[in-house]
């Protein structure tokens, strides 16, 4: 039987995608082979990158000045590329509002003058900081936020003022969970392991004009890090993932048969409104993000000590609940509820943690 999986990456999939996956597995659509197995030169894995793309660009609503680039590497590897590509200056401002962030901050270190020009360390990474009147030098080269932080819960609701500099965010964890304004952005990126795909890769939309050619960068980028690579080859420089494009392909294609983003958007809301109902009532779990700044994808929450955390999560994990350990760097218990968790999951999950709370010492 399938559980109730609330990871927050590698994490749930659409069903009915799964058993397009499955079906399609020995013999996709007459080709005779797996997806897997299959030249990423060949005419049928053309048609499913470049259905992937045009999907994804309805969905999204992408302009056509913004190139969609499928590339390896993950997220992190972006923390290291944003900067080797759009540092004309040596300088960016970035915003820490959690563990993401942070770690694109001392990643961007390396190539360049970072400002952090807003912070919310002060109290734990639970809440989004001011951002309407950033102190942002003239030279700046752009504006970094992580628009949902994965491991902290907290979520944007409003987007900074860049002064008129490009925002750069990473959507990772909320990616296609609601409708964006893609125009909003010089470039919006995430791993696809958390809302999208099996993991191993990165979906980039950037706006064309921010992307240099490789002639351009200074000679120590590697070939693979220029943009330019990825957008002058149709993401297919060296063989690309192949599998993660196709099943996130079939992603896509979920997401529009059931009404596109503004349909996925109101689920989520009334999803995460029935754990964050729960929290808000509870004597024994408490939440750890200010209330306007809750994320609809990831739930923090923790117990009174970290033994009854430890406790809370084996139990779970017996009633088939799993991977609701809260990330190692901050503890406690951790519900990612991303767009193929159903609403009844979150149910179960809150009919389980009553109960626990109301048995506990009895």
Known sequence: ??????????????????????????????????????????????????EAEQDLRDLMNIPDNYKVLFIQGGATLQFAMIPMNLMKNGVACYVETGAWSKKAIN???????????????DRNYAYVPDCSNLDIPDNADYVYICENETIHGVTWQKLPNTKGKILVSDQSSMFLSKPCNVSDYGMIYGGVQKN?????????????????????????????????THANNGSMYNTPN???????????????????????????????????????QSKMFNGTVDKEFRSLMNIPFVTESAELDAEVVAATKAAGFDNLKGHKSVG???A???????KEGVEALVRFLSEFEANYKK
Not at 22 to 27: F, Q
């Open 196 to 228: 999208i795909g099996p993991a191993g890769m990165v979906i980039c939309i950037v706006r064309e004009d921010l992307i240099r050619d490789a002639s351009e960068l200074p000679v120590w980028v590697p070939t693979y890090c220029a943009y330019s």
């Open 107 to 121: 990643e961007a270190k390396k190539y360049g003058d970072v400002h952090v020009v807003a912070s919310s360390k």
């Open 242 to 280: 192949c599998w993660s494009i196709y099943v996130c392909g079939q992603v896509f294609k979920y997401l529009k048969r059931i009404g596109g983003l503004e349909v996925m958007n109101q689920r989520n809301i009334d999803k995460a409104k029935v754990m964050y109902d729960f929290l808000d």
């Open 336 to 342: 990612s509820i991303y767009n193929a968790m159903p």
């Open 1 to 50: 039987d399938r559980i109730y999986n609330f990871s927050a990456g590698p994490s749930i999939l659409p069903e009915e995608v799964l058993e397009s996956v499955r079906d399609n597995l020995m013999n996709y659509e007459g080709s005779g082979m797996c997806v897997m197995e299959m030249s990423h030169r060949s005419k049928v894995f053309q048609k499913i990158i470049d």
């Open 332 to 334: 406690g218990l951790r």
